[in-house]
């Protein structure tokens, strides 16, 4: 399995198809870049700022995307080398941002495909209003990404809740998280409380789906009044 792994990864940084969209992407980019200066007419300071910032954007989204690629091991001893280096001793405030980094590269794209599709002109017409920050927020934007709010809590819930890596590698003693004490009672055996703490997610899980596939059918059939 691990030789057919590498196989498989050797082939695709080989591939000249692996690579050519980034460099197509490059030839793009440097060509926004550089348009308004090649260009015959009056060099138009506001497209060129605008061209970087999308630029910048671009690569701030490379980067942190390169956290889904990178295996969990690799980037969990990265982080602590990281603490290490500037002294910063491992607890929940470790652990919180090991996992922030780690799971930033899942919530991002719906965030960001969300904040394209939101249309910008009700944040302006709200200004001119009068409306202020916090009440923009409180009315306008978060009822808007409510649900992608909602998704992106769940999704990295799931993510996280199996996850013992981070809690290993990023934490203490004092910061056990309930994977980690999991897998450290499995070792020395499975007690009656694990027992018990199994059946109730096993509970709820099934409780989960039921209520899940229930609230699907009732918006495929809705019922007539």
Known sequence: MLGASLYFLFDIFHSDST???VKKSKKSEFNEVAQPLTSPHQINIKNI??????LLTKKIES??????????IILAISLVLLFSFFNIPLGFSTLIVAYTTAF???SFPFLSQKWKEFDKTLITAAKDLGATTKIIWKTLIFP???DTFYSIAFLVFIITFDDYVFAYFCGN?????????????LRMGISPELKVLIL????????????????INSKRNPCDD
């Open 63 to 72: 980067i942190i995307y390169i956290n889904i690629i990178i295996p969990e």
């Open 173 to 185: 003693s004092e910061t056990l998280t309930l994977p980690l004490y999991i897998l450290l009672s």
């Open 19 to 21: 690579f050519s969209p």
């Open 49 to 54: 700022e605008q061209n970087y910032r999308i």
């Open 104 to 106: 930033l590269g899942y």
């Open 144 to 146: 808007m990404f409510q």
């Open 200 to 215: 109730l997610f096993f509970i709820f899980s099934l409780l989960f789906g039921i209520a899940y596939l229930s609230r």
